[in-house]
């Protein structure tokens, strides 16, 4: 079984920062992709951004230039600086995995959410 918990999200005013933690846990053989993902109320869930094993990184446009994400691969945990925060940037943000319970076995895994809000 494993289990990503999300935890940093909290209530900022805009131009502000807060730093997102999300960590793996369980029967993990090795993790590949790691990713935030954001739903906004009333929108589609979308990707923020995006570290891979090799540590490639990729960003969402409206995010680029302000949003950092970083892992800690020892720790099965990954970050996600968020600067300049913005009242667009609220909604509830998902940390996603790729992990590998065996040498066989690659699934897809989602935390329960972590809600930031950022007022005007």
């Known amino acids: 079984q494993v289990q990503l918990v999300e935890s940093g999200g909290g209530s900022v005013q805009a131009g502000g920062s807060l730093r997102l933690s999300c960590t793996a846990s369980g029967s993990i053989f090795s993790i590949n992709a790691m990713a935030w993902y954001r739903q906004a109320a009333g929108k589609q869930r979308e990707l923020v951004a995006s570290?891979?094993?090799?540590?490639?990184?990729n960003y969402v446009d409206s995010v680029k230039g302000r949003f950092t994400i970083s892992r800690d691969n020892a720790k099965n945990t990954v970050y996600l600086q968020m600067n300049s925060l913005t009242p667009e940037d609220t909604a509830v943000y998902f940390c996603n995995a790729e992990i590998r319970t065996s040498v066989i076995r690659l699934m897809n895994y989602w935390g329960k959410g972590t809600l930031v809000t950022v007022s005007s």
């Open positions: 570290s891979t094993s090799g540590g490639s990184m």
